[in-house]
T-cell receptor
């Protein structure tokens, strides 16, 4: 158990809909990362937050947004969903940003039908 | 723009032998490198890391080597065990905040 909790574990929704994925980081971790893994491909970096503020952005679509709340949990919002958005979405947390290992949650499997 | 690359999608070794997984990177700003192991339907698990000021870090059966001039790192597993069979990802980070991953290498250790 990494200490990072992601909910829900599975999500099935229709095209055009909006969903919210939630991540609770390890106790004491200030940094949260979001990744997308499609079809057993690599982990695509989406976005990182550090202590409530956006720190780095990767290949995140404009239809996607995220935030980190004062209690440090984070949410990834995916809107106007398309079939191609079906993927595993992972959240990871770390104490700092850079020079430190990140610990991953179990992921949320999103299926868009 | 793939800044972290694992060019071998798969590797098969015999139990007890050495497994060598390779990773190349393009961004000289990376200053911290990590290896993760992933089983199907689970999140990646941190294995070992190395700072750019070092060229080797060892933890039990796992050793990571860093060659900064070649922008290359490798993970050695000795001896390999069947339980090591998984997908291995290398990752690199800098103080910009991005933690970028390679495409992964599937390791199969045969009994």
């Amino acid at each position: 158990d990494s200490g990072v909790t992601q909910t829900p574990k599975h999500l099935i929704t229709a095209t055009g809909q909006r969903v919210t994925l939630r991540c609770s980081p390890r106790s004491g971790d200030l940094s949260v990362y979001w990744y997308q893994q499609s079809l057993d491909q690599g982990l695509q970096f989406l976005i990182q937050y550090y202590n409530g503020e956006e720190r780095a952005k990767g290949n995140i679509l404009e239809r996607f947004s995220a935030q980190q709340f004062p209690d440090l949990h984070s949410e990834l919002n995916l809107s106007s969903l398309e079939l191609g958005d079906s993927a595993l979405y992972f959240c990871a947390s770390s104490v700092l940003t850079g020079d430190t290992e990140a610990f991953f949650g179990q992921g949320t499997r999103l299926t868009v039908v | 723009d793939q800044q972290v690359k694992q060019n071998s999608p798969s590797l098969s070794v015999q139990e007890g032998r050495i497994s060598i997984l390779n990773c190349d990177y393009t961004n000289s700003m990376f200053d911290y490198f990590l290896w993760y192991k992933k089983y199907p339907a689970e999140g990646p698990t941190f294995l070992i890391s190395i700072s750019s000021i070092k060229d080797k870090n060892e933890d039990g059966r796992f050793t990571v080597f860093l060659n900064k001039s070649a922008k290359h790192l490798s993970l050695h597993i000795v001896p390999s065990q069947p339980g090591d069979s998984a997908v291995y990802f290398c990752a690199a980070s800098s103080n910009t905040g991005k933690l970028l991953f390679g495409q992964g290498t599937t390791l199969q250790v045969k009994p």
